[in-house]
């Protein structure tokens, strides 16, 4: 793979990836009782899926910059 075919296939598999997360949160989109501590509510399992993949991609970006900048210091 060259640079630019690299690139082409990240974006295409991070396509794939998004548009596979985004039907299975759709097909999931019924309400879910939620107890976390001394709350409880009701939420809609695509909103619960959608964060979390949010959260998991932002957790990734972060843990990305941090061993970048590790090997960079070093």
Request: with cysteine; net charge positive.
């Amino acid at each position: 793979f060259t640079t630019m075919k690299k690139s082409h296939f990240k974006a295409i598999s991070i396509q794939i990836l998004l548009i596979l997360v985004i039907i299975f949160a759709i097909q999931n989109s019924e309400t879910t009782k939620i107890d976390f501590l001394f709350w409880t509510f009701e939420i809609s399992r695509t909103i619960i899926i959608l964060g979390s993949v949010c959260i998991g991609i932002v957790a990734g970006l972060v843990f990305s910059y941090l061993r970048r900048k590790k090997t960079v210091n070093y």
